[in-house]
């Protein structure tokens, strides 16, 4: 299996009429995803690739069957989006907007939970599962071609790109990789999705790359020490020479009120018996070493 | 936000706050002094922790103390930041000092609201040395804040229930969370959160940091942001303005990448081979020639830089443009005795690559091999 997604996912996008939404649609459709419509209020009856645009997640959903949604839309009109598609009835939304306000994310993550929804992102480069061929997201096609049993978990986007790219060039290719979301508030943390693949037969190891601020990969390390997972991690945190109080780029990379540095998670990860890679080249040995146990 | 800003929006809320103003020059210092009629406090308005250990907060007992102490902190330098600004309020003598602040938690996706009856030192030093002192309340964001998160929270503090110092802590409780949820903060704190001598529950000091994707939100915000920004060394500024995410570190190499992480990975990289980052800079996804030459520019004018590097990784990045880009910023400024290492993959890899190699840029495959070439031209 993969995680999250599978052979039958069904994705719209909203936002498919802008700049982004349309030329990633664009890519999606190429790496064999599922893409059966899009949504921009207003530019209904319009098409985009071929696909039907519709005026609300509601229609889209009755016309397509969708149940999964990637939004596109700008960071003002995100929330709305996400509380629209959660209301059609969609199970998972990935959210790829940056910039959106962290109040917003707040509640609408939370609604979307206490609707059995799942959100990924936002501020991230989605999802993709190279043995189902479906990609909701960002990621570039390319590096995503040869499937197999490695779980990927990432607060960052080039990075994982990069680190997926080692493996591959190492021999390892991938199950599922998930980027969470460079903000400090997402749908789906880096502990909620390392938890999921680890339940995913079809896994055998799951690459964590982390980076500075908040605590997520302190709470991972905890749960692994406690026995929570059995799969062999490997961890790579990024921000081990970032200084504190300042925000690195993503919203949520920031050390604040002395918590989240970077070489703390380190040492949190390999006190729990978790091999942490001190460069991203340094994955793959690691992973190798990890299997072969 | 200023000390003075959040302080005042507290008072809005209802909370009573130390007497005080904002003063631009000595001579005003000694103004609002005389004005005070008793000792007082000069507090640099920077928007950083920790300005108390760098000098940044002086007693006076006379309005000629004042003065002379203003004249030798204004222009003072704390974490990089400029002081031009002074806040003058009545000096009161504590009886003792709390912590209280409020936080969203990122693993229960709640407001956080952390209570200590210890205060005056950092967060940090008391989760070190007396973690048990310091008390966490959820609060649902759909609830909101209860009467009994407000009565946890003060009993917590030491408190006692019918007294004036109950009503006044739980005001501040009160107009904390409002500060937090109406203007959307990342964090409200007050700390040290003081029960003076004359018996009074009063904030001594006050720190909002609101969250710059919600100030269209608040124009008036947004005004004073724009009018005076904070929070930035004038070389993170400059960088801002032309649109990147740039942080000041203190190294000698530069960086270049594109993706927070992959930036960060890069820096950490020069660390680990024995160099010292001197800055972060993400260009973002996909950039065209223009905005490499531009975050070139950046690092080729900037002091104390003397080895460049710049990793980039994207698929749909195409190594051509960013070798444009190369071209067209050392043509502009020169490149003032720095070094240049490129490591790039992406979408017209050999064309760029050929690029770059007339050009005599040495070209990686390996950023690790970068990073290395990179530290050692800063040594040189």
Known sequence: MTVLVGPNTKAIVQGITGREGSFHAQRMLEYGTKIVGGVTPGKGGATVHGLPVFDTVEEAVKATGADTSVVFVPAKFAAEAVYEAVDAGVKLVVVITEHIPIHDTLKFVNYARARGVNVIGPNCPGIVAPPVKVKLGIMPNNIYQVPGRIGMVSRSGTLTYEISYQLVRAGLGINTAIGVGGDPIVGTDLVEATLMMARDPDIDAIVVIGEVGGDAEERLAKLYAEGAIKKPLVGYVAGRTAPPEKRMGHAGAIVMLGSGDANGKVKALREAGIPVADTPMEVPQLVLKAIRK | ?380
Do not use: C
Request: charged share 30%.
């Open chain 2, 1 to 380: 936000m200023y000390e003075y800003e959040a302080k005042e929006i507290l008072a809005k809320y209802g909370v009573k706050i130390p007497r005080g103003r904002l003063a631009l020059t000595p001579e005003e210092v000694r103004k609002i002094a005389e004005e005070i009629g008793k000792p007082v406090v000069l507090k640099a308005q920077v928007t950083v922790a920790g300005r108390g250990k760098a000098g940044g907060i002086k007693t006076a007992k006379t309005p000629q103390e004042a003065e002379e102490l203003a004249r030798r902190m204004f222009g003072m330098t704390i974490k990089g930041l400029v002081v031009k600004k002074l806040y003058v309020t009545e000096y009161q003598e504590v009886e003792r000092e709390m912590y209280l602040s409020l936080i969203i938690d990122r693993a229960t996706r709640r407001y956080l609201i952390l209570a200590s009856p210890v205060g005056g030192v950092d967060i940090e030093e008391i989760a070190r040395k007396e973690p048990e002192k310091i008390k966490r309340v959820y609060v649902d964001p759909f609830e909101g804040l209860r009467d009994f998160h407000i009565r946890s929270v003060v009993s917590w503090l030491g408190i006692k229930a019918g007294t004036p110092q109950w009503d006044q802590a739980s005001s501040v409780v009160k107009a904390m969370y409002r500060a937090m949820t109406e203007l959307e903060a990342e964090l409200v704190e007050s700390n040290p959160l003081a029960v003076t001598k004359s018996g009074e529950v009063v904030p001594l000091d006050a720190r909002i940091i609101v969250d710059d994707n919600s100030l269209y939100k608040h124009p008036d915000l947004e005004k004073a942001f724009e009018e005076d920004p904070r929070d930035v060394t004038e070389f993170e500024r400059y960088a801002q303005r032309i649109g990147f995410n740039y942080v000041e570190l203190d190294g000698d190499v530069g960086i270049i990448g594109n993706g927070a992480g992959l930036t960060m990975s890069t820096m950490d990289l020069v660390y680990h081979f024995g160099g010292r980052p001197a800055n972060f800079l993400d260009i973002g996804g996909g950039a065209s020639r223009d905005v490499v030459k531009e975050a070139l520019k950046v690092l080729l004018k900037h002091p104390r830089v003397k080895s460049i590097f710049i990793n980039i990784f994207g698929g749909i990045t195409r190594a051509d443009e960013v070798a444009a880009g190369i071209e067209a910023a050392l043509a502009e400024v020169g490149s003032s005795g720095k070094k240049i290492v490129v490591r790039i993959k992406g979408t017209n890899e050999e064309l760029g690559k050929q690029m770059l190699a007339k050009s005599g840029i040495p070209l990686f495959e390996s950023a690790e091999e970068a990073a290395q070439k990179a530290v050692e031209m800063a040594k040189l």
